[in-house]
C-alpha cells in the first residue's frame, strides 16, 4: 500500500524538519456523504512556494490545491474531491496514486481513538514509544483496510502553548486585568504559533498515521485539551476573559485546519452550523448514521451544550430512520456514579483543584438534568426507528465499556477507547473506578447503567494504552479492542 513517506527521524526545527521532508501528506477527511457522492478534501502541507499539481481522480478530473493557511514556513494546503459511495474510490497526489478500502454500503471496518498526546513533555517523547498504538493501526488496515477513522477528542494536548508569553504564562490562575489591545494580537501570534507546532510535529513524527490517513478518511470531534485543560469547565472569569477568548479563537481556527481541513466560510455540509458556533456534524450512510455533537464550543459550568448542539440531536427524532446510530461523545455518556468523589473534592481543600476534571463529565451534579436529557432522547430515538445505538468515547485514559436497556430488548452499549498515545494511569485509579461502578447508577427510572468487563479481561477498566474497532459484517456488529500489553480482545456484539 502507498505511503506518505516521512523520515521519522529527529523531528528537528519546526521551519526545517527532518531532513528532506518538503511535503507532508496528503490527509484525507470526509467531508460529506449525500445523494450517493463521496465528498473528501486532502490536506496537504509543504514549505515550497510554488503550486502543488492538482489532485486527479479516477475519472481523470484534476482538482487544484489551494493555501487555506501558512505559518512558519509551512503552508497548509487542500483540494476537495468526490467519488461515488457504492464504489472504490482512487485518487492520484504528490505523484502517488492511492485506494479507499472501497464502498461505504456493504461490510464496514471503522477505527476509532482518543488522547493523541499527553499533558507535559508531549513534543520531547521519542515517537517510536509514543506512536506505538499508531503502528498497530497501521498494521491492521494492512490486513483489514479501515474504511473510516473516528478520532473522538483530544487530537492534540495543547496545554503547553500559553506558556513563554506574559500575557498567558499563568492561565488559568493569574490573568492580566486589562490586556492592551497590542497584546492581546502578540498573544494571538504566540499561541497561533504553538497551536501550529502541535499539530505539524504530529504529522513529522508519526509517519504511520499519515500512511494510514491517506487512504483511510478521517472524521473528528475537539474535546478540552484540542483547546485547554478543562475549558469550558473553568470559571467564567477565565473562559470569557479576553486572553481566554483568545486561545479559543486560535485553539479553534488551528482545528478546523488540521482536524477538519477547512476555514471559516466552507465549512464541510456535515456540520449542522455552517458558521461554525457549534463544530457538531452529522454523517449518513447506508443503514448507519454517525453524530458528533460538540461538548465544547457551548459549554459552561453549567451545561454541556447549547441551542446549536441540542438543535441538532433533536433533529434526529425526525431523520430518516436508520438501522445503526453511532454516537461520538468526547466525553463518556455512561459511567460510574461521580457524586461521591464530587463530595469527597468539595470537602477537601487539596484536591478542590481536580473539580473542573469531574465538571467535565456528563454525571456531574452541575450536568445531570442535561444528561438525563441526553439519555432519554436516545432511548426515543431508538424506540420511534427501531435503532441500535452506539457510542463511542475516549477522554479517560482508560479502555471499559458500559450498558443501559433502551427499551424493547434494544441496550445502549458504550465504548471507550482512551488513549492511542496518552499512557495509561496507574492500575491503582482504573481499580477506585471500578469499585465506584460497583454502585452503579440508574439517571432514567428503569434503566440502570452497568460498566461491564472488555471481553477476556479481570477488572471493569484497563489500565493500557488502547484503540478500538467497529466490525459490520454482513448486518452484524461487533467491537474489538486492541490493547497495548494484552492485545486485542475477542469480537463483541454491540
Not at 181 to 186: K, M, S, T, W, Y
Not at 227 to 250: A, E, K, N
Not at 427 to 442: F, H, I, K, Q, Y
Amino acid at each position: 500500500m502507498p505511503r506518505a513517506g516521512v523520515d521519522s527521524g529527529s523531528l528537528g526545527d519546526l521551519n526545517g524538519g527532518p531532513v528532506g521532508v518538503g511535503v507532508l501528506g496528503p490527509v484525507l477527511f470526509l467531508d460529506d456523504i449525500r445523494d450517493g457522492q463521496v465528498w473528501l478534501s486532502a490536506l496537504v502541507l509543504t514549505r515550497d512556494d510554488g503550486d502543488l499539481a492538482p489532485l486527479i481522480c479516477d475519472d481523470g478530473a484534476a482538482h487544484p490545491f489551494r493555501e487555506l493557511a501558512c505559518e512558519a514556513g509551512w503552508r497548509v494546503m487542500r483540494a476537495r474531491f468526490r467519488g461515488e459511495a457504492r464504489s472504490t474510490i482512487r485518487y492520484s497526489a504528490l505523484g502517488t496514486t492511492y485506494e479507499l478500502a472501497g464502498a461505504f454500503g456493504g461490510n464496514l471496518n471503522i477505527a476509532f481513538a482518543s488522547c493523541n498526546g499527553e499533558e507535559h513533555g508531549d513534543l520531547d517523547r521519542d515517537p517510536d514509544e509514543r506512536n506505538v498504538m499508531w503502528a498497530r493501526l497501521l498494521r491492521e488496515h494492512k490486513v483489514r483496510p479501515f474504511h473510516l477513522l473516528l478520532h473522538g477528542g483530544d487530537q492534540i494536548y495543547a496545554d503547553e502553548v500559553t506558556q513563554g508569553h506574559p500575557l498567558s504564562e499563568d492561565w488559568p490562575d493569574h490573568l492580566p486585568k486589562d490586556p492592551s489591545r497590542e497584546g492581546l494580537e502578540d498573544l494571538r501570534v504566540h499561541l497561533r504559533r504553538g497551536f501550529f507546532e502541535r499539530y505539524v510535529s504530529f504529522f513529522l513524527g508519526c509517519p504511520d498515521m499519515l500512511a494510514l490517513a491517506a487512504t483511510v478518511p478521517s472524521l473528528c470531534q475537539w474535546d478540552d485539551h484540542d483547546i485547554c485543560d478543562g475549558w469550558g469547565s473553568l470559571r467564567r472569569s477565565r473562559t470569557y476573559s479576553p486572553i481566554g477568548q483568545t486561545l479559543f479563537d486560535v485553539a479553534r481556527e488551528t482545528a478546523l485546519l488540521f482536524q477538519h481541513a477547512c476555514v471559516d466560510g466552507d465549512l464541510p455540509g456535515r456540520f449542522h452550523d455552517p458558521e461554525g458556533l457549534s463544530l457538531s456534524w452529522r454523517i449518513d450512510l447506508p443503514d448507519l448514521r454517525i453524530v458528533a455533537p460538540d461538548l465544547r464550543s457551548e459549554r459552561t459550568r453549567r451545561q454541556v451544550m447549547g441551542r446549536i448542539g441540542w438543535e441538532m440531536m433533536d433533529d434526529l427524532l425526525n431523520a430518516t430512520p436508520t438501522r445503526r446510530l453511532i454516537v461520538v461523545s468526547s466525553v463518556p455518556l455512561l459511567g460510574p456514579r461521580l457524586s461521591i468523589l464530587e463530595a469527597v473534592m468539595v470537602a477537601i481543600p487539596q484536591m478542590q483543584k481536580y473539580e473542573d476534571d469531574l465538571r467535565d463529565q456528563w454525571q456531574s451534579r452541575a450536568h445531570r438534568s442535561e444528561w438525563r436529557r441526553m439519555l432519554e432522547l436516545l432511548r426515543s430515538i431508538s424506540e420511534l426507528g427501531q435503532t441500535d445505538i452506539t457510542i463511542v468515547s475516549g477522554e479517560i485514559h482508560l479502555a471499559t465499556r458500559g450498558t443501559m436497556p433502551l427499551g424493547q430488548g434494544r441496550v445502549l452499549h458504550q465504548l471507550i477507547a482512551s488513549g492511542v498515545a496518552h499512557r495509561a494511569p496507574p492500575n491503582a485509579w482504573a481499580r477506585v473506578l471500578g469499585w465506584l461502578a460497583v454502585l452503579g447508577d440508574s439517571p432514567l427510572s428503569g434503566a440502570p447503567i452497568r460498566m461491564q468487563r472488555l471481553p477476556g479481561q479481570r477488572r471493569r477498566y484497563v489500565a493500557e494504552r488502547n484503540t478500538l474497532t467497529l466490525r459490520r459484517v454482513d448486518g452484524e456488529w461487533g467491537a474489538i479492542w486492541d490493547l497495548e500489553q494484552s492485545g486485542p480482545t475477542a469480537p463483541l456484539p454491540v
